[in-house]
């Protein structure tokens, strides 16, 4: 499917999942407005239903969105936050690991790696 | 609700080929069902078993709670769409569709005319004039445009193009969410369904090897890659799907997912590197008799 990367490797109803979030972050859903159905997102990303509805299972779990019985799911009033908070301690969490794991190859101690982080800071404190 | 249930079936052919050993499955009403499995598997025998086309030697099956073979009621629901069905060749192509119309009680002329416009037959061509694809095509406008209670598609994209692939695909898609109904598509090529499925059947030896929600089918396992004795410390203990070497001591193995996220957190600081399966492959790689693969055939006569 074009929409889709085609190396990302996560499932389906993940990807799905975050492209609501982006829709949500971007502003194209505002709060305790109806987002799409299983079946509107089945057509648009042209996969079986039942995965469809659980990438907005998984929106729900999280708080993201809720259910109105017989009229469909609908954006929480903390749904940004919640999103921007979860992208945050994501994205940032990857790259410290990445950084860790480099700093272990090269045999860098940890004093070390502190104090390079220490002098990033202050060079960027400094512009 | 089951719509098919099968226990411990089985069908010996004469000469003595066992085609389904022991198979047990059920399949749920209104889902969208992949049957897959290696050659001779016996995915062609088990769906012709349910359609009620062969007799099973063993075993219980029952479709719409009747036992298939013979049963007026299971033929009348149903409709088997494969590369060897055949009309009256009397017939031309547009008034195939006309007696399929007046045939199958649920049968949409209009999305059926759309389709054969669409795919540009003529209609006063006769089927057995088209050619491998183009019957394929055909066939499959029936399969989807009679909308049956249980729809079975053999190998439904033998000799279709990869243009006419994507767009039987997504027309069954379009239908299906209008008109839920029963499916099940047999296949080589999971890749090319995966995404249309809701669940996956895989079938080894004529028996079920596996069957679960697609979804779960795709983390079922992952790939481990790294220093072989750091792969090997990991993956100790789990069952190993697929193991390849590379270079001095370099390791790649497929194992089942059930590690914890610590676990992977682990991992990953040991500097191996995780990732997903192609469902493809690890269909290959669970269906596989041996764990390296076609290099074992080759292994044992190498120079060392």
């Known amino acids: ?127 | 609700m089951s719509v098919i249930e099968c226990r411990n079936l089985s069908k010996k052919f004469f000469g003595g080929k066992t085609a389904l050993n022991n198979l047990t499955v059920s399949i749920e009403e209104n889902k969208i069902t992949g049957l897959i499995g290696r050659n001779g598997a016996g995915k062609t025998t088990l769906l012709k078993i349910i359609a009620g086309f062969l007799k099973e030697s063993s075993g219980e099956v029952t479709v719409f709670s009747e036992r298939p073979y013979n049963s007026l009621k299971v033929s009348a629901n149903s409709i088997f769409i494969d590369d060897q069905m055949t009309y009256t060749p009397a017939l031309q192509l547009y008034d195939l569709l006309i007696e399929a119309d007046r045939f199958y009680p649920n049968f949409n002329m209009t999305l059926a005319k759309g389709l054969f416009e669409y795919f540009a037959f003529d209609p006063k061509y006769y089927h057995k004039r088209l050619s491998k694809g183009q019957k394929s095509t055909f066939n499959a406008i029936i399969g989807i445009a009679a909308r049956c209670p249980l729809t079975i598609f053999d190998e439904p994209t033998t000799g279709m193009d990869e243009g006419v692939r994507k767009d039987f695909y997504r027309a069954l898609l379009k239908d299906y969410i209008e008109f839920p109904r029963t499916i099940i598509i047999s296949s080589h090529h999971l890749n090319e369904i995966e995404d249309l499925i809701e669940d996956i059947l895989l079938i080894k030896d004529g028996r079920t090897y596996l069957h679960l929600p697609i979804t779960e089918f795709k983390e079922y396992a992952i790939a481990i890659k790294g220093k072989k004795d750091t792969v090997l410390d990991w993956i100790k203990g789990k069952e190993i799907f697929y193991e390849q070497y590379a270079g001095v001591d370099t390791m790649y193995a497929v194992v089942k997912n059930d590690y914890t996220e610590k676990e992977f957190e682990k991992a990953r600081m040991a500097g191996l590197e995780i990732s997903s399966v192609r469902s493809n492959d690890l269909c290959v790689y669970l269906t596989n008799k041996s764990r390296g693969g076609i290099d074992d055939v080759f292994s044992g006569s190498q120079p060392v």
Request: a negative charge; charged letters at 30%.
């Open chain 1, 1 to 127: 499917m074009a929409i889709f990367h085609a190396d990302d490797t996560r499932p389906i109803y993940v990807q799905i999942a975050e492209w609501l979030e982006t829709e949500i972050l971007n502003g194209n859903f505002q709060s305790n407005e109806k987002v799409y159905s299983q079946y509107q997102l089945a057509e648009m990303y042209n996969i079986n239903p039942a995965t469809a509805a659980k990438g907005l299972n998984l929106l729900v779990e999280e708080k993201i969105l809720y259910k109105k019985r017989g009229l469909g799911m609908f954006v929480t009033e903390s749904a940004k936050e919640l999103i921007m908070e979860k992208r945050r301690t994501h994205v940032l969490t990857r790259l410290i690991r990445d950084v860790v794991l480099e700093a272990r190859r090269l045999n860098i101690s940890d004093n070390e790696l502190v104090e390079m982080i220490k002098n990033v800071q202050k060079e960027e404190g400094e512009e």
